[in-house]
């Protein structure tokens, strides 16, 4: 799993894979050849949870997560029961989170 980084140039790897599907801000990449599959959030992963946190109503400041993309980069290793707290609220709410789950079990 990996996030996008708008505006710069994809791995090659990508590249070669088939788009598979894209919802609700994932998108998922099938590689025939090799049997992988890679799901990548979109925009970056940054951007998605606070994304998500608007499509479920919840305030990241309630779970000690900013609502600023760079300063949440810079504290999501540091506040990683935080960042668990808040995925396991909107696992049931965020269409975002279901999406993901949905790729991850195929």
Not at 1 to 22: A, C, H, R, W
Request: glycine content about 2%; some cysteine.
């Amino acid at each position: 799993m990996v996030d996008e980084v708008p505006f710069s140039p994809q791995p090659g790897y990508i590249k070669t894979l088939q788009n598979q599907d894209f919802l609700h801000g994932v998108k998922l990449f099938v590689d025939q050849r090799r049997g992988n599959r890679l799901i990548m959030l979109c925009p970056r992963l940054e951007e998605w949870i606070i994304l998500a946190a608007h499509e479920a109503e919840i305030n990241l400041n309630d779970y000690d997560l900013l609502e600023n993309a760079k300063q949440l980069h810079k504290a999501i290793n540091l506040q990683q029961s935080s960042l668990k707290r808040f995925i396991d609220d909107i696992k049931t709410s965020s269409a975002k989170l279901q999406t993901l789950a949905s790729f991850l079990r195929l």
